[in-house]
């Protein structure tokens, strides 16, 4: 047995329990929430309004501890999900494009340079299958953000940091609509979900929630105003970084606890041993184990350097951002239908 086998079957023994008090809990409630534990649709909408409305209370109550410990928490597993769902599931990896595209993003990662992550997200649309017509009319917008880095770099990378968690919820969206084709029944669940989202970040944009936030912001807001609202002045820059931090934690949310929801075949909700096993299936026990000791290691960082680690992640993701774009060019020119697996 090898050592990675060796150290998903110790996490392995530890769902084992977790599972029994899960199954526990879900016979007590039945009478109560049968509906909740039957019904995808229901945990679906249910667990994206829990998402969206607890995201936005820590937002205006904790920003600098979402923005710190959200990432050292949740980031690596976000990033396991977002190649799981965008890439893995659908086969794209198996493409002949896989190759350059790939070296390109683990190039931006490398050399921490965000240029050469979205010259790759500019080349992505041209690979996709589809008429040059499309392919070109998908490129130009991507091509524009390209020679926008190559000239005001670090204007890009803050306006890219902001759209990325848009552009993941939307990804979020198609993924669910191409799994899940739309029907009166089926389509709620998004709507609960990214209506009191855009609610939300309107509030804390517009000011409606100025009067919840300064109570949260410490000396430490200074720092992220110079990373996330540079230029902007004191009330606008603070507005920004608390968007900022709720827009990244409802990202996560949906990614880390929805996305499984939605992907699913089975409807029926998913043990923990279960769902490690189709974690082992879709990675291999190598690059699983990797991403283990990966967030570890992050989450052990951070306790004895919090701002370093970090730091090291932000790096670490950097590619992220680029690979949903460039997902986002292929699904335009090929159709949603190219996220099915």
Not at 39 to 50: E, P, W
């Amino acid at each position: 047995m090898t050592l990675a086998a060796t150290l998903l079957d110790g996490v392995g023994r530890l769902c084992g329990p977790l599972d029994v008090v899960r199954r526990a809990l879900y016979r007590s409630m039945v009478p109560w929430l049968g509906a909740w534990i039957r019904d995808r649709d229901v945990r679906i909408g249910i667990h994206g309004v829990s998402v969206v409305f607890g995201a936005f209370a820590l937002a205006l109550v904790v920003p600098l501890w979402l923005l710190a410990l959200g990432p050292l928490i949740l980031g690596v597993p976000h990033l396991l999900a977002d190649v799981r769902y965008l890439i893995v599931r659908p086969g794209l990896h198996k493409r002949s494009a896989a190759l350059p595209i790939g070296l390109l993003l683990v190039l931006c990662t490398v050399l921490v340079d965000l240029r050469i992550g979205l010259f790759a997200v500019a080349l992505a649309p041209l690979l996709a299958t589809g008429s040059w017509r499309n392919k070109v009319l998908v490129t130009v917008p991507f091509l524009a953000l390209f020679v926008a880095a190559m000239l005001w770099l670090r204007s890009t990378h803050v306006a890219l940091a902001h759209v990325h968690n848009l552009v993941a919820i939307a990804l979020w969206v198609v993924l669910g609509t191409a799994l899940h084709p739309p029907s009166a029944n089926s389509q709620w669940p998004r709507w609960v979900t990214v209506v009191p989202f855009i609610g939300g970040g309107l509030a804390i944009l517009l000011g409606a929630a100025d009067g919840w936030m300064g109570p949260a912001l410490g000396p430490s807001i200074t720092e992220h105003m110079q990373t996330l609202a540079p230029g902007l002045d004191a009330t606008w820059a603070v507005r920004w970084v608390v968007l900022f931090a709720y827009a990244q934690a409802v990202h996560y949310g949906l990614w880390l606890r929805i996305m499984p929801e939605v992907a699913r075949k089975r409807p029926a909700p998913r043990s923990w041993t279960a769902s490690l096993t189709a974690l082992r299936r879709d990675f291999g026990d190598p690059v699983l184990a990797g991403f283990v000791l990966l967030t570890v290691g992050i989450a052990v960082w951070g306790v004895f350097d919090l701002v370093a680690a970090r730091a090291g992640y932000l790096r670490l993701a950097l590619f992220h951002g680029p690979l949903e774009l460039a997902v986002l060019g292929i699904v335009t020119v090929e159709g949603r239908k190219v996220l099915h697996p």
